[in-house]
């Protein structure tokens, strides 16, 4: 647990804004936190929030094993402070990252509601979370631009006439076809079998062949005119993310075939 400090240990009065601060807000709190003590944990709902003027932070995010992977090393002065869960100020969320502290650190204790009274009165403190605010949008701008490259399978549309090959047994995977209109014949033949979008799982054909990478083992022609969405083999990791329910169910027909 940090300590609490005596106000007077924070040598505030070379800084135009933070003495003036803890006057008019007293229930702000200076504390120190000691090597490796946690400022904030990744996960948890608290809204508190720091004002960081000595020492050095370090901000980490848990992977999937449970190891903790550095995302950012901060240096905290009295001339150049950090302002840490600033984002708590937007109502409850869910911490992002841990930041626990390198070496001692001297930080304020602020909630939410002390940071109307920054913004209504002490400006050199707002610009610094308005730089905050940016990065951190611009960060989560990044973030959303690759969850979105991940899960987007990018899809083509298609017609195609009666008669039309879509997929021929034996050629090799370019592309997933998923039905979205009309009927489609499985095979040539009097052992053919005519199917609807209905028929098949969400409309995909050849689908087996696709995850495997294998060629099709059926020629699949279009029936009646017919509308399609086509994926192409490049966005395979991203099929799979985004039905992975579907990819599974698939798995488990082709294990115990």
């Known amino acids: 647990m940090p300590d609490l400090l005596d106000p007077a240990i924070l040598d505030l009065a070379s800084d135009p804004e933070l003495g003036p601060l803890l006057a008019a807000c007293p229930d702000i709190a200076p504390l120190r936190f000691r090597d490796g003590e ?13 004002i960081v003027r000595k020492g050095s ?14 995302l950012a090393q901060l240096e905290c002065a009295v001339d150049a402070p950090v302002i840490i869960g600033e984002m708590a100020y937007f109502g409850a969320q869910r911490r992002t990252a841990t930041v626990r502290a390198v070496g001692s650190c001297q930080a304020l204790h602020l909630k939410p509601a002390h940071l109307d009274a920054i913004m209504a009165g002490f400006p050199g403190l707002t610009r610094i979370l308005c730089r905050q605010f940016t990065t951190r ?10 969850l979105r490259a991940r899960f987007d399978l990018a899809p083509m549309r298609r017609m195609a006439q009666p008669g039309e090959v879509l997929l021929q047994a034996g050629a090799p995977v370019d592309t997933l076809l998923q039905l979205a209109m009309g009927t489609v014949r499985f095979g040539q033949g009097p052992g053919s079998r005519v199917r609807r979008a209905e028929d098949l799982p969400e409309g995909f054909l050849g ?3 696709f995850l495997w990478g294998a060629a099709h083992d059926t020629t699949v022609t279009a029936e009646e005119p017919c509308f399609l969405a086509v994926i192409s083999k490049e966005r395979r990791e991203a099929f799979v993310r985004c039905h992975p ?6 798995l ?3 294990a115990e075939g």
Do not use: I
């Open 38 to 50: 946690l400022l904030v944990k990744e996960g948890e709902d608290s809204q508190d929030l720091f």
């Open 57 to 70: 932070l370090v901000v980490e995010k848990a992977l999937p094993d449970g190891t903790l992977r550095p």
């Open 137 to 146: 949008l611009k960060e989560a701008n990044e973030e959303l631009r690759d």
């Open 207 to 209: 689908l087996d062949a």
């Open 245 to 250: 329910a579907l990819v599974l169910k698939v």
């Open 252 to 254: 488990g027909t082709w």
